[in-house]
């Protein structure tokens, strides 16, 4: 494996680091092959990162959490996916199931949920997605009507990752149509409630082990408090999930992309032509070259947009700690321009890196490298899906053009008014 530079991670996040590198050498890199020949989803895998308490180290301790941040949940998730990409998002949607929670639950549902998100005990998905509703989720159809004190929801849900495996959902529907995106709310539904069953189950080109379904809710009745914020604020709790998110399909992104480079180069050393090794010829050192700058230009954004994200997520834990208010709500309070903008920029630029290095790693390998029975052609596929997924990097691009937009705007707004 090739060195990795140090971003100033502190003692405990080196632990993680050590903890997480050394199940994916051990754990997963035997068994990557079987879960993604067989797309069975890996419950001896989700044990073992169970007992290494590596699911919730991003949650505050009183949650049962780690204490961390967004650092530590990419962390885990970089050092997991340098073994397989489908397996590391088992324990990622269960972050964008927890962060919702985190930032919009109140007291009771955070005791209610996070600790069992944070050990493992139960994993979560979250779904927003809909055949009608992708990159628009303004779109959503299925529905959640008040009837005293539960909601009543019904609708198709598709994509979901963790589907079936889970058992805490985070679900979006309207609880009035008319109102467009203002009726879309965001609920949590427990497995097993009556009313709430599986769908297809999708077969895919990559992340095969991680397992992706329908979600079907039939006159689906939950309580009113499984609601998460207030009636009509769904797309913000959708929004600023993905802003503390997104990071994380950077991280995995990257961690293919290194789990790609480094079996390449172990092949590359060895396999000789024309009487010298791959790893000689000047055009293959300029194409790992470009690669391993590449990964790095990522991790340098990944892991210092982190550092701010980290900063503003614990000082709003210590702040709604002592409020009362929500976690959301002093986030707002120290942070008003959100981080989207950044956010957005860390997910489609380390997934477009991913998706060019798995596929230079393919060329330098050689007929080889497009192999089954060879693991560089497995990151290519897993790769991919980090440029859809969470917004795909078209609607990245939008959010950052508007973001930029609108602070122009407003700069120019501020100047004139100097002026006057
Ligand atoms: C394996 C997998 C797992 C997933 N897991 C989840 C999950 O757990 N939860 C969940 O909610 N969703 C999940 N999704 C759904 C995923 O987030 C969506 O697939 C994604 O947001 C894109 O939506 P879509 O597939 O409907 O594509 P569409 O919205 O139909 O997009 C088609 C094309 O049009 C482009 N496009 C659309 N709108 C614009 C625009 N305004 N400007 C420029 N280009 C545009 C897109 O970039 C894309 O290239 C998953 C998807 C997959 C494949």
Not at 16 to 42: G, N, Q, S
Not at 238 to 254: C, E, I, K, N, Y
Request: proline share 3%; charged share 25%.
């Amino acid at each position: 494996m090739l060195m990795t530079f140090d971003y100033g991670f502190t003692d405990d996040q080196k632990e993680i680091i050590k903890l997480a590198r050394e199940i994916a050498e051990k754990k997963i890199k035997p068994v990557r092959a079987h879960y993604d020949e067989t797309e069975e989803f890996p419950w001896e895998v989700i044990e073992d990162i169970r007992k290494a308490d590596l699911f919730g180290v991003y949650l505050p301790v009183e949650y049962g959490g780690f204490g961390g941040a967004n650092t530590e949940m990419c962390l885990v998730s970089e050092e997991l996916s340098k073994a397989c990409g489908g397996i590391s998002l088992a324990v990622t949607a269960c972050g964008l199931c927890a962060i919702p929670i985190l930032l919009f639950g109140n007291e009771a549902q955070r005791q209610r949920w996070l600790p069992d998100l944070g050990s493992g005990k139960r994993l979560g998905a979250f779904n927003i997605t809909e055949p009608d509703a992708g990159s628009d989720a303004t779109a959503t159809k299925s529905t959640a009507r008040r009837e005293g004190d539960y909601y009543v929801l019904n609708g198709l849900k598709n994509f979901c990752t963790n589907g079936e495996a889970a058992e805490i959902y985070i679900v979006f529907a309207t609880v009035n149509p008319v109102r467009g995106p203002r009726g879309i709310t965001a609920f949590v539904v427990e497995k097993g409630t009556p009313g709430f069953t599986f769908g297809k189950k999708e077969t895919k080109m990559g992340i095969r082990a991680s397992s992706t379904y329908e979600l079907i809710f039939e006159n689906c009745k939950i309580p009113a408090s499984n609601r998460l914020g207030s009636e009509g604020y769904g797309l913000f709790v959708a929004q600023a999930t993905f802003d503390f998110s997104r990071p994380g399909v950077g991280s995995q992104a990257l961690g293919i992309a290194q789990g790609a480079l480094d079996e390449t180069i172990k092949y590359i050393r060895n396999r000789k032509q024309f009487g010298q090794t791959v790893i000689s010829f000047q055009a293959i050192q300029h194409m790992m070259a470009d690669c391993a700058m590449k990964i790095e230009a990522g991790r340098a954004l990944l892991y210092s947009v982190n550092r701010t994200m980290d900063k503003i997520q614990k000082e709003a834990y210590a702040r709604a700690k002592e409020s009362g208010k929500l976690v959301y709500e002093e986030m707002r309070a120290l942070n008003p321009g959100r981080v989207t903008k950044y956010s957005a920029m860390v997910k489609a630029f380390c997934s477009d890196v991913a998706m060019q290095v798995t596929t230079d790693c393919v060329q330098m390998c050689g007929g080889i490298g497009y192999m089954r029975d060879f693991p560089v052609e497995k990151y290519m596929r897993d790769a991919k899906i980090t440029q859809i997924y969470e917004g795909t990097n078209q609607v990245q691009r939008n959010e950052i053009a508007m973001m930029m937009i609108k602070e122009y705007a407003s700069q120019m707004v501020q100047k004139e008014l100097l002026k006057v």
